[in-house]
């Protein structure tokens, strides 16, 4: 254990899955006194989540781990089968190249990940890390929060005083219990067997190259699909009168794989029942203490959204408690977290429950239908940090490449940027030069090829990004921006900074 940090610490995330990994390590950037606690000693070997599309890529650059890219592998075409194996929906997945600036999805290999991030969280020298350990209670102390702790193989006590206390500790949270928070349902409860294998023999009667399918209109609708290679996952949806202890057993799995692979053929990783829920927490604050990731809001895989809903709320959430622990912003700041969120993740929720519960029911026509191209899902932010002037403020910005070829985010940081004409940004006020250089954002000094593209094609002259890589807003001029900035103060800075 690396215990350079033990008392007082400024943020204590509880849960290490790739939620409180990615927190931990913004944390970091912001360099903030962390605490990262976790019941697991090592990284799960098993992978949960699978896919990330190219937002979460973007993420994982900021994060460091962009590295891992060459260990991804890409997705296919996704061809949904009716009970006679007739296709109902044909969808080509893979977008290539988009303006996040990476491909639009991914399969990847969790244990990886994290193994990673717990390195880095191990060599952070503000950090203290607490694997093999569990929180045995939280306590409110006014302006701290007292996180009492219980080493599992030693039976030895800690306790932790945190300015700040985040779960990321899943479905099952027991931050959000003593949050006391609420559930929404959305009535998407499925149970899956999950089976993982890694083939020892090559076969030609699976779809061809990256593809993936699900079978429906059948007793257990099935879904095939290939994770970072060379892993394959089969997953059995069991209708609810049916035995989970039975569908676990391994010969199950074994007569689930046998149109493709006798038992001798492959490498079994995995093969238990999972529970799928479609719920959402309220509140996800409660004073000094937040949800993030699946401690806040869970939905069925349909979407491959699970995990990187967890990591947006993460690099939602970084900045902001940053800004309140070093006292740059007052900590009302925290309540724009959910108020953002919360609109923006019911969008990916809703779609995968609707999709979860339609499984069951494929019906092909006559003749196969086209293939479709994947559209990207990209909801606006909810109400928060954002200038409201016009319909951009709270979308999802682009990343383009600068002159010099690197990508946007490598050169602005984890922090706030204005990308901009150079004529606007040298028109606006002594005050708002001042106020962007109180707010730590970074100008970006050129304006041209794919930046500029991207600011123009907005219909805009110049735009500010925030942190998380949303827009907080657009100007069309130098007197707009003026504005915009002092919009931007006014909801950042401690006290009211009228416009000029």
């Known amino acids: ?96 190249l988009t303006e996040q600036g990476w491909q639009s999805d991914y399969m990847f290999h969790q244990p990886d990940f ?26 409110d102390a006014r302006d701290r929060v007292l996180v009492n702790l219980r080493e599992i193989a030693t039976r030895q006590d800690r306790r932790i005083r945190a300015s700040f206390v985040v779960g990321c500790d899943g479905a099952r949270s027991g931050v959000r219990e003593y949050m006391g928070s609420t559930q929404i349902d959305h009535q998407a409860t499925h149970r899956s067997l999950i089976v993982d294998i890694i083939p020892l023999v090559t076969k030609d009667n699976l779809p061809p190259g990256r593809d993936a399918f699900i079978q429906g209109a059948i007793r257990n609708p099935l879904t095939f699909t290939r994770i970072a290679g060379p892993r394959l996952r089969f997953e059995l949806m069991l209708r609810p009168d049916d035995d989970s202890a039975a569908f676990a057993r391994t010969e199950k799995a074994y007569e689930v794989l046998s149109p493709w692979f006798s038992p001798d053929e492959y490498r079994m990783l995995r093969c238990d029942v999972y529970e799928w829920r479609s719920l959402t927490a309220s509140p996800w604050r409660a004073g000094r203490v937040l949800l993030a990731g699946d401690s806040a809001h869970t939905m069925p895989p349909h979407l491959g959204q699970g995990m990187c809903s967890g990591i947006r709320d993460a690099t939602n ?17 925290l309540d724009t977290y959910e108020t953002e969120r919360r609109p923006h993740v019911d969008a990916y ?19 196969d239908p086209p293939v479709l191209r994947a559209e990207a899902l990209r909801p606006r932010l909810g109400p928060g940090v954002r200038g409201d002037t016009n319909e951009l403020a709270g979308t999802l910005s682009a ?15 984890y922090r706030f940027a204005v ?16 106020l962007l250089e109180s707010l730590g954002t970074h100008v970006l000094d050129e304006f041209s090829g794919e930046v500029r593209d991207w600011v123009t094609g907005l219909g805009a002259a110049a735009v500010i990004v925030r942190p998380d890589r949303y827009l907080f807003g657009a100007a069309g001029n130098a007197t707009e921006l003026d504005a915009l900035v002092a919009t931007l103060a006014t909801t950042l800075l401690p006290t009211t900074v009228p416009a000029s």
């Not at 070093?326 to 900590?331: A, L, N």
Request: aromatic share 6%; net charge negative.
């Open 399 to 413: 990343q383009p490449r600068t002159a010099s070829g690197r990508l946007l985010d490598d050169v602005v940081g």
């Open 349 to 367: 929720t809703t779609l995968s429950a609707l999709l979860a519960n339609k499984i069951e029911a494929l019906v092909a026509s006559e003749e």
């Open 114 to 139: 994290e193994a990673v991030l717990r390195g880095h969280a191990h060599n952070y020298a503000e950090a203290g890390t607490y694997f093999g350990w569990e929180v045995t209670g939280l306590e």
């Open 1 to 96: 254990m690396n215990s350079t940090v033990d008392g007082d610490v400024d943020v204590a995330v509880i849960g290490c899955g790739t939620t409180g990994l990615a927190l931990g390590r913004l944390l970091e950037l912001e360099g903030l006194r962390i605490a990262v606690i976790d019941r697991g000693r090592m990284p799960m070997a098993r992978p949960r989540a699978t896919h990330v599309d190219d937002e979460t890529m973007r993420a994982f650059q900021t994060l460091g781990v962009q590295h891992l890219e060459k260990t991804f592998s890409l997705v296919g075409t996704y061809r949904h089968y009716d009970s006679e194996w007739r296709i109902v929906m044909q969808m080509a997945m893979n977008r290539g």
């Open 317 to 333: 959430l970084g900045w902001k408690l940053g800004r309140v622990v070093r006292g740059d912003s007052p900590i009302d700041l």
């Open 419 to 434: 990308v901009g004409d150079p004529a606007v940004l040298s028109g606006t006020t002594d005050r708002t030069k001042a």
